[in-house]
């Protein structure tokens, strides 16, 4: 069965840290470019970042820049969003997924290109 599974949301303090991880079963990411994306209450849900099979990361989200980065580990067959100085705005469920791509350089922030999505993973900032 192929799974995404993200893991790593949590409570944390305005200002804090948290590092996202999406991992795949049932398949190997090498050949998948990854996308990470949030969907806050009541609003639509929100492409922040992608890498490519090839390591390129493209972000989409103003907000997000200079505070999230994303990173991949194709040996733990992981992806991670690493969220610095995070705000009360940044409280979402956080998906990852999943798109084949066959060429190194090429990820997206629209949802409609992947394949495969994560259940989700409820980031809350709060004091």
């Known amino acids: 069965q192929l799974q995404l599974v993200e893991s790593g949301g949590g409570l944390v303090q305005p200002g804090g840290s948290l590092r996202l991880s999406c991992t795949a079963s049932?398949?190997?990411?090498?050949?998948?470019?990854i996308g990470w994306f949030r969907r806050a209450p009541g609003k639509e849900r929100e492409g922040l970042s992608c890498i490519s099979r090839g390591r390129v990361t493209t972000n989409y989200a103003d907000s997000m820049k200079g505070r999230f980065t994303v990173s991949r580990d194709n040996a733990k067959n992981t992806v991670y969003l690493q969220m610095n100085s995070l705000k009360p705005e940044d409280t979402a469920v956080y998906y990852c997924a999943a798109m084949k791509t066959s060429t190194g350089s090429y990820c997206s922030g629209d949802v409609r290109p992947y394949d495969y999505w994560g259940q989700g993973t409820q980031v809350t900032v709060s004091s």
């Open positions: 049932g398949f190997t990411l090498d050949y998948y470019a």
